[in-house]
Nanobody
Framework: QVQLVESGGGLVQAGTSLRLSCAVS????????MGWFRQAPGKEREVVGRITGGGITYYVPALNGRFTISRDNAKDTTYLQMNSLKPEDTAVYYC?????????????WGQGNQVTVSS
């Protein structure tokens, strides 16, 4: 069974940085596209970005380059580096794994990680 365990969230001040980690176990991590999402209070979940198994990244343009997604296939872990954080970045952040060939967009999800940015 594939499991995703997130870590690294917390309460930070605006303008600072935070890095979230998502450790994957039980599957072929290097073949997965890993996505990052967030859900702010009272809002629908939205895409932050993704990284393919080969390291190609995509980001939502509205982030203006403040966030960076990376992965370490040797550690079966993906990271979300968030810089210049703003109060509007406050949300629960989720990582998800897209397993090739299943037909589903994202097959497995992390438990969610609260990030709160104070002004």
């Amino acid at each position: 069974q594939v499991q995703l365990v997130e870590s690294g969230g917390g309460l930070v001040q605006a303008g600072t940085s935070l890095r979230l980690s998502c450790a994957v176990s039980g599957g072929a991590f290097s073949s997965y596209t890993m996505g990052w999402f967030r859900q702010a209070p009272g809002k629908e979940r939205e895409v932050v970005g993704r990284i393919t198994g080969g390291g190609i990244t995509y980001y939502v343009p509205a982030l203006n380059g403040r966030f960076t997604i990376s992965r370490d296939n040797a550690k079966d872990t993906t990271y979300l580096q968030m810089n210049s954080l703003k109060p509007e970045d406050t949300a629960v952040y989720y990582c998800a794994a897209d397993v090739p060939g299943t037909g589903a967009e994202y097959d497995y999800w992390g438990q969610g990680n609260q990030v709160t940015v104070s002004s």
